[in-house]
């Protein structure tokens, strides 16, 4: 039989591939938490963007874009509501 290529144990018939079944579940434990923090790391840049585009953006990144005029005059903090993610945009 042959051996894990990370820890060297022997494999058995029902490993699958040319790692032991703890080092694989290892790896899939690293690949999610690699994930989670993506994840936690653009949740914080999109909000931020957000925060942003209150401040800083026009009338047609706005959510009520044509629904009621804004009567701000020093940005869009008080009225502004992102409207998301467009559909059929890329990225």
Do not use: P, Y
Not at 13 to 28: F, H, P, V, W
Not at 49 to 76: I, M, P, Q, Y
Request: hydrophobic letters at 30%; charged letters at 30%; a negative charge.
């Amino acid at each position: 039989m042959n051996t894990c290529d990370r820890c060297g144990i022997q494999l058995t018939k029902n490993d699958r591939s040319d790692i032991c079944m703890s080092c694989e579940l290892t790896l899939a434990d690293d690949v999610i938490s690699g994930l989670e923090a993506e994840n936690t790391r653009l949740k914080a840049e999109r909000s931020a963007a957000v925060e942003d585009l209150k401040r800083l953006g026009s009338c047609t990144v706005c959510k009520h874009n044509g629904e009621a005029a804004c009567v701000e005059d020093s940005g869009h903090e008080k009225c502004f509501a992102w409207r998301g993610a467009q559909e059929g945009a890329e990225g």
